[in-house]
């Protein structure tokens, strides 16, 4: 199984993206991110025609949204309120088999990092926690994908102590996000490719004109799995090319191989 993560920052404005990614990559599930749609302007035709019958959406008007996009079939498919905001952050699926596939988009948290004065970084903090909460209770083998808007480790960024104030790698996100990761013993699958030594980016900013030869990038797309089904992966890609496509998402799409 093909597995895809992609914040696609609207969903309708990539779609020549995302055909020419599936006819270069053929992917079996794409998860999207900052879909940016309601329910019923989604693109359904679209992805049918592409070969992914099987869909589950949650949008809203301008902003957020997910959406997980399959070839094969699933038998289930629910989504959670978090932090009761109301938005649409989280979709999820039952695979064939028993797996659960969760699809996040975590809040970016703004720009100043104190929970005090700004609430969107107090909306951030909330939800990684809560997500902590819901991590323990987890007992059905699941997939966690998506953009978490979190670069944890040292090496998930292109400078670590010139970031350590910035939103996505301050000291309060990493350590909620590790906390995160030890209530359910994630497996982060992406560091089983490329080691935590090595620099891993998924998201550049439109601010550089150059972005691939400054590769000033975080790792902000992420990739989980229960401990039963650690070593399931064998590929992983950041496909950096897309990042470099007419007019892209900032953010590059990250593609793993299960064998589940």
Same mark, same amino acid.
């Given at each position: 199984?093909?597995? +895809?993560?992609?914040?696609?920052?609207?969903?309708?404005?990539?779609?020549?993206?995302?055909?020419?990614?599936?006819?270069?990559?053929?992917? !079996?599930?794409?998860?999207?991110?900052?879909?940016?749609?309601?329910?019923?302007?989604?693109?359904?035709?679209?992805?049918?025609?592409?070969?992914?019958?099987?869909? %589950? *959406?949650?949008?809203?008007?301008?902003?957020?949204?997910?959406?997980?996009?399959?070839?094969?079939?699933?038998?289930?498919?629910?989504?959670?309120?978090?932090?009761?905001? &109301? !938005?649409?952050?989280?979709?999820?699926?039952?695979?064939?088999?028993?797996?659960?596939?969760?699809?996040?988009?975590?809040?970016?948290?703004?720009?100043?990092?104190?929970?005090?004065?700004?609430?969107?970084?107090?909306?951030?903090?909330?939800?990684?926690?809560?997500?902590?909460?819901?991590?323990?209770?987890?007992?059905?083998?699941?997939?966690?994908?998506?953009?978490?808007?979190?670069?944890?480790?040292?090496?998930?960024?292109?400078?670590?102590?010139?970031?350590?104030? +910035?939103?996505?790698?301050?000291?309060?996100?990493?350590?909620?996000?590790?906390?995160? *990761?030890?209530?359910?013993?994630?497996?982060?699958?992406?560091?089983?490719?490329?080691?935590?030594?090595?620099?891993?980016?998924?998201?550049?900013?439109?601010? %550089?004109?150059?972005?691939?030869? %400054?590769?000033?990038?975080?790792?902000?797309?992420?990739?989980? +799995?229960?401990?039963?089904?650690? &070593?399931?992966?064998?590929?992983?890609?950041?496909?950096?090319?897309?990042?470099?496509?007419?007019?892209?998402?900032?953010? %590059?799409? +990250?593609?793993?191989?299960?064998?589940?």
């Amino acid at each position: 199984m093909r597995l +895809v993560t992609w914040n696609i920052n609207s969903v309708r404005a990539r779609l020549s993206h995302i055909s020419k990614f599936v006819e270069d990559f053929a992917p !079996d599930i794409l998860c999207l991110q900052e879909t940016k749609v309601m329910d019923d302007m989604f693109p359904r035709d679209f992805f049918a025609d592409l070969g992914f019958e099987h869909m %589950a *959406i949650k949008g809203q008007k301008s902003y957020h949204g997910v959406a997980t996009l399959s070839r094969v079939p699933f038998s289930d498919q629910w989504s959670r309120d978090w932090c009761e905001k &109301g !938005d649409a952050r989280h979709i999820a699926i039952k695979l064939d088999g028993g797996v659960d596939l969760h699809n996040f988009y975590v809040p970016a948290g703004g720009d100043e990092p104190d929970p005090e004065s700004n609430d969107k970084f107090a909306h951030k903090i909330q939800f990684v926690e809560e997500m902590t909460i819901w991590s323990e209770a987890l007992a059905t083998p699941s997939i966690l994908v998506g953009d978490l808007n979190i670069a944890p480790l040292e090496h998930d960024v292109w400078d670590s102590k010139k970031l350590k104030k +910035v939103v996505s790698h301050t000291p309060l996100e990493r350590e909620a996000m590790m906390e995160l *990761i030890k209530a359910h013993g994630w497996h982060d699958v992406m560091r089983e490719f490329v080691p935590a030594s090595e620099k891993l980016y998924s998201w550049w900013s439109y601010r %550089a004109r150059d972005w691939r030869v %400054a590769n000033k990038g975080r790792r902000l797309d992420h990739i989980w +799995v229960s401990p039963e089904l650690g &070593g399931k992966a064998k590929a992983m890609e950041v496909v950096l090319d897309a990042r470099g496509w007419e007019k892209p998402s900032d953010h %590059a799409p +990250v593609m793993i191989d299960f064998d589940l």
